[in-house]
């Protein structure tokens, strides 16, 4: 069954189509790689996914609920309970920076209740350690590197439990020998058959790792499908010449 479910999506910023009539499924325990220019509405789609931004029409349904029906919204309180089951992982990291790293990963589950704190402290220990960082749990994050910044933010998410982990080009901000570390993670995540969409410029992870890669250029999807024939023989000349470029 499609874990997420996107019909004929559309938003623009004035006069600016940003993207025009997408239409796409993930399944579950897929990794999308999501690949294409500086520019083409990578971010704008992945941030509606999670209602970061709002569209203008057509639907997105996770696990067979509607987040938006035909451009109308659902409720609220509907909308926060849909986007709860995803976890978004960005460029910038987005860390709190007054608090330490345990911290950062305890403040949400802790604001949403219901959980015991020797639970939360427990899988906040777990996901450090699954992500290599047990030892810097006090650690406050301007001390830590990009790649370590980058996995702490990637057990925060984790924190909630997410059915889907939406990640935008989350090593771009890294210096080159920091990406392996963040991407072995993510790696590991996908063997564990975490449903994954990841925007990058890493071909390399796109091709091994994902499942499925979308190309998307000025608001649309050009060409989709399994990462070998759609890198080793795209069938759009735009497809084609993107690849040029960045293999
Ligand atoms: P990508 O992530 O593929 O680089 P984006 O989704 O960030 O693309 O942006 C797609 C287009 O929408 C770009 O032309 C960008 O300038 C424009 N855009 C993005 N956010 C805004 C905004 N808040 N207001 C106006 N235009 C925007
Ligand atoms: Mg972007």
Redo the contacts with the bound molecule.
Sequence with gaps: MAIIEVSNLSKS??T?D?LKNMTFHVEKGDVVAVI????????????SLVHLETIDGGGISVDGEALVKDGVYSKPQEIKRITSKMGMVFQHFNLFPHLTVKQNLELAPKIVKGESSADIARRSAELLDKVGLASRASEYPARLSGGQKQRVAIARALMMNPEILLF??PTSALDPELTGEVLQVMKRLAEEHMTMMV?THEMGFAREVASRVMF?DK?EIVEAGHPEPLFTNPQHERTRAFLNISL
Excluded at 36 to 47: A, D, I
């Design positions: 910023y004035g600016l940003v294409g220019p500086s520019g083409s509405g990578k971010s704008t789609m992945l941030r935008d080009e925007v998307m608001g």
